[in-house]
């Protein structure tokens, strides 16, 4: 017997309807996204960007992603539907069917691109176009269950917000948007793989080949460290082509030892005990995990306030 939708079960029913949706549009990874193209904003203002193309920016920014994201989650499903982490997702669930969320996915896309065509500039939406391409063609399709080093090329979209940040003010790319570009497409794997070590398990379980499931603890954590180095050194590297001042540098060097110095503890385990699992890595892991998160969004922070002051 069906009981009659009362208000209360009404409103219940589309608050978990709107969070099934914004599951989907994966939001954590849009911040993460847009907290990268604020640097860039700055950069290529050399101070306070205009309000108006900052704003356009990132809401198309936010749109590209969110459709990406959902056309990513639409591809994933049957892997999503294998591993514990994500089996509640609303494609699996089917809380959204496949072709609501495609029509979804492929609308923000295209509306995303017309956006920055219309409200920023030509190069900002055909880098947008890109961005969308090589994430979910390139890295989802091709990528992600083909190789252990899926998440360094796919990596790449992630990238593009930094580009599309600098196009969307100056219509071109130079020295400054490209070494942000290598800094973020370094920063990616040294970020993600310490998080696909505690996550080794589901991705087994899904036959999807990150490098944690496909090696031994050692082989990783070497990756990691020499990832994180290059990333390092790119954030120096920008000091001067970017003309900043000795407070980003002070500021770099330390932020990127606080990262490596975070890399440094996790290969300590290893090195003490060589038959370590992945299971005894999960703690030092995913504290170089978050400490790269934090590291990312105190450098783009560090650079926006160089600029300006």
């Excluded at 020499?226 to 002070?250: C, H, K, M, P, Q």
Aim: charged share 10%; hydrophobic share 55%.
């Amino acid at each position: 017997m069906n009981l009659p939708m009362t208000p209360s079960r009404t409103q219940n029913h589309r608050v978990s309807r709107l969070g099934a949706y914004v599951g989907l549009i994966k939001p954590r990874i849009i911040e993460l996204l847009l907290a990268t193209t604020l640097p860039a904003l700055f950069l290529a203002s050399g101070g306070w960007p205009n309000v108006w193309t900052a704003l356009a920016t990132l809401v198309g920014g936010a749109m590209a992603a969110a459709g990406a994201n959902v056309l990513n989650n639409v591809f994933d499903r049957d892997i999503d539907s294998v591993m514990p982490r994500t089996h509640g997702r609303s494609l699996v669930t089917g809380a959204i069917s496949p072709i609501t969320a495609t029509a979804l996915g492929i609308v923000l896309s295209v509306l995303s691109v017309a956006w920055f065509a219309v409200l920023t500039t030509p190069l900002a939406s055909l880098l947008t176009a890109l961005a969308i391409v090589s994430y979910v063609i390139g890295y989802t399709m091709i990528l992600k269950r083909r190789t252990s080093q899926n998440i360094v090329w796919g990596g790449v979209a992630g990238c593009f917000p930094v580009l599309i940040g600098w196009a969307a003010v100056t219509n071109s790319l130079t020295w400054t948007a490209w070494t942000l570009f290598f800094l973020v497409f370094f920063w990616t794997p040294a970020h993600y793989w310490p998080l696909a070590v505690s996550l080794r398990d589901d991705y087994a379980a899904a036959k999807v080949p990150m490098l944690p499931v496909v090696t031994t603890p050692g082989p990783v954590i070497k990756n990691v460290a020499a990832y994180t180095a290059i990333t390092i050194a790119f954030s120096v590297g920008l000091y001067w082509v970017a003309d900043l001042s000795l407070i980003y540098l002070v500021s770099a060097v330390a932020l990127g030892g606080f990262f490596a110095y975070s890399v440094y503890r996790l290969s300590t385990v290893v090195k003490s005990e060589p038959d370590v699992t992945y299971l005894g890595l999960t703690a030092p892991a995913m504290r170089v995990f978050q400490v790269s998160i934090a590291y990312l969004a105190g450098l783009s922070l560090v650079i926006c306030l160089d600029v300006v002051v």
